[in-house]
């Protein structure tokens, strides 16, 4: 047999962000794979009906109210977990401005929940995932969620490719260092992709026209196709994979 299949069965995944959009449709693939899931985001609501969808994979699901740049609060809560595979590092913003009219506190805030808060859940999640004694037999897995914008530059987003870049940089730096215990390091990084927030941004023809039109295949991304390759990345479909990224960009890198 040659075909490695996604199963993720008695793995527990950790994503951060998971109440909407990207994180909410990771956390649904991978309990489809039949991970089981803690949840991070800062909404309950969505927490909650998350929750819901998971659990009728018959996944076990806790969640937890919390902004991941609050060191403090995520250390709490990866610490009182009993073991951890699989880290989605998911939560981030984007604040687009032009380079010249880049207002300080928006810099500082992107750098901090992008990068620092990114590194510290990365940090955390690779201590637990240490503790368990199996851990070079088992393996373990970190997936970033990155962006085109990490490989390439954009309009208005000199800052958001700032973050992405050291992104980049940080998982090729974490794979080379935790090959040796069999965690793998990758990121995931979509171009535009379907949710709600970028629908309201379609509302704008133009925009719109534009971004399709630097999409060689000619649409944005869907959730399920980022979800799709956040799940394989996780699993030992994968097993030969590290310190690299998917580039689930429809493209748009390639020209």
């Avoid at 250390?75 to 604040?95: R, S």
């Avoid at 380079?99 to 940090?123: D, G, I, S, W």
């Avoid at 133009?206 to 799940?231: F, M």
């Avoid at 990345?233 to 590290?242: E, G, P, Q, R, Y």
Wanted: charged share 20%.
């Amino acid at each position: 047999m040659y075909l490695k299949k996604i199963n993720l069965k008695n793995k527990v995944a950790l994503v951060t962000g998971a109440g909407k959009g990207i994180g909410r449709a990771c956390s649904i693939a991978l309990a489809e794979a039949g991970a089981d899931l803690i949840l991070i985001s800062r909404t309950e609501k969505d927490l909650n009906n998350v929750s819901k969808i998971i659990k009728k994979f018959k996944s076990k699901c806790s969640a937890f109210t919390c902004d991941v740049t609050n060191y403090n609060q995520v250390k709490k809560i990866i610490n009182k977990q009993k073991k951890i595979d699989i880290l989605v590092n998911n939560a981030g913003t984007n604040i687009p401005e032009h380079f010249t009219k880049v207002r300080k506190k928006n810099m500082e805030y992107m750098v901090k929940l992008n990068t620092v808060a990114t590194f510290n859940l990365a940090q955390l999640c690779t201590l637990k995932m240490l503790e368990a004694k199996n851990r070079k037999k088992i393996g373990g897995s970190i997936i970033n969620i990155s962006s085109q914008m990490g490989h390439v530059g954009g309009k208005i987003r000199s800052v958001y490719n700032m973050t992405k870049f050291g992104l980049e940089g940080l998982t090729k730096g974490m794979a080379v260092d935790l090959a040796k215990n069999n965690i793998r390091v990758n990121t995931v990084c979509p171009t535009f992709v379907s949710t709600q927030m970028t629908k309201r941004s379609f509302s704008n023809k133009k925009l719109k026209r534009e971004i399709i039109n630097n999409i060689p295949l000619g649409r944005v991304a869907e959730v399920s196709d980022v979800a799709t390759a956040v799940a394989f990345l996780a699993s030992n479909a994968s097993s030969m994979i590290t310190g690299t990224s998917i580039l689930v960009d429809g493209g748009w890198t390639a020209k």
